[in-house]
């Protein structure tokens, strides 16, 4: 189930759940998310293209392996798809294995809104909420101001854990 919208719904934004025909559309999201990182290699546009279909499928089939029942939500404003959100609900700990909106709907509060949503619903169900996040995204400072705390670096990675008044990592 996935986290009740409040503060998103303002933003005309729905979840539904993804299905094999969203994966050409998550694939572009992915891609969107790497855009400036492939700026500076010079590489031509076929060769960026291949490289980020072949990351996403390892990424796609990492996560699928590695949390079998998570939510694949794919972001929906106003009917139509800017984003996904995967979320791994265990027993005291939510794992947000991956958020991502499209470029034009980046800056404008929709995922603060969602990041917020999610903060709330696990602090009511007093639960922990985990994730990974490269240390120079800009999004990090997003998770700070919601109160996620960094506890260490794992590998490229800056692992960060925001936690309810009751609740714990599994």
Known sequence: MPPPLRRAAAFGVTYRPMTEEDLPFVAAVYASTRTEELAVTGWPEEMKEAFLAQQHRAQHHHYQTYYPGAEWLIVEKDGAAIGRIYIDEGEREIRLIDIALLPEQRGGGIGRAM?????????ERGKAISLHVEPNNP???????????????????????????????D
């Open 115 to 123: 990041i917020g949503d999610l903060v709330e619903h696990a602090g």
């Open 139 to 169: 999004v990090r400072r997003l998770y700070l101001r919601h109160g996620f705390e960094s506890t260490g670096v794992v590998g490229a990675y800056e692992a960060m854990l925001w936690q309810s008044e009751g609740g714990g990592a």
